[in-house]
């Protein structure tokens, strides 16, 4: 370990595994609604999930229900199910629980979500979010053709504010402002490109830093990253497809974060880009 990654060591301040990912998001989309049976059978689907106790299905309705709870038959039969929302909190009244799985499908989309991701190890996280999601997944991909395929990094990380950016950040990337070095304000920025591939095929990929306060003498920085492989001609997929899909757009994700990171910061987060650097 260099000298300087001994200091990061030292000021920088870890909630979550060495990689300081906090958040994975995966999911894909489709074009067309689905229909109310298939949304139905997602339902009864998703309740059957034993990691996920919590389920709530939001409807839609044309005409005022004067009283829903006491006639909840007539209201189900009365409105259309727009969305199916189960996680891992306690109580269907409590919307506040912490949860650290979600998952949600709406008409047009399939989203789950992993907080407080506490180890380093993207196969672990992926196994999770696969397995638990398998059911609806499969009964999705048995009806839908997916348009894009998105996963979503959150990474974050608490540090000492003696650290200076240079030692955190990639001073020489034509993507970080070079006032961000200079000043000692806090500061948000954006960034998007697509990749166009053969087929129509290309991924848009949007990533955002987020300076921010912490308390008198340390401050947090936010690196997100949204990676979406869209299909110019969207057809069936498979499951190995999404799940090598999630895989290469995670090596995607390691290659621009790394490359927002000053050298001895990638290597303090064990991150080793391979391929074009994005970000530089």
């Known amino acids: 370990m260099s000298k300087l990654e001994s200091r990061l060591a030292k000021h920088i301040h870890l909630s979550g595994g060495r990689n300081a990912i906090d958040r994975l998001l995966f999911g894909f989309e489709w074009e067309a609604g689905l229909d ?20 709530i299905e939001i409807r839609s309705a044309e005409k005022e229900i004067d009283n829903p709870q006491s006639d909840f038959a007539a209201f189900k039969k009365s409105t259309d199910l727009t969305q199916i929302i189960a996680d891992d909190g306690e109580g269907a009244d409590a919307v506040d629980t912490a949860k650290t799985v979600e998952l949600n499908v709406r008409e047009n989309g399939f989203m789950f979500l992993l907080n ?23 009964e999705l991909l048995n009806t839908v053709a997916p348009e894009s395929i998105g996963l979503k990094v959150v990474t974050s990380f608490k540090f000492d504010r003696e650290l200076r950016f240079d030692e955190i950040l990639n001073n020489q990337s034509d993507w970080i402002p070079m006032s961000i070095f200079k000043g000692a304000s806090y500061w948000r920025f954006e960034h998007s490109f697509y990749e166009p591939f053969a087929n129509g095929t290309a991924i848009k990929t949007t990533f955002n830093l987020l300076h921010s306060p912490v308390n008198n003498d340390k401050d947090k920085l936010v690196i997100s990253c949204l990676h979406r492989l869209i299909f110019g001609d969207p057809s069936p997929i498979a499951a190995e497809l999404l799940r090598k899909s999630y895989d290469d757009l995670h090596e995607k994700n390691k290659m621009i974060v790394a490359s927002l990171l000053s050298e001895d910061a990638r290597e303090f987060f064990g991150l080793v880009p391979e391929g074009d650097n994005y970000a530089s």
């Open 36 to 55: 109310q049976s298939v949304m139905a059978n997602l339902s009864t689907i998703v309740r059957d999930i034993a990691e996920l106790p919590r389920c």
């Open 116 to 138: 407080d991701v506490a180890h380093s190890d993207w196969e672990i996280s992926r196994n999770r979010a696969l397995d638990t999601s398998k059911a609806a997944v499969t």
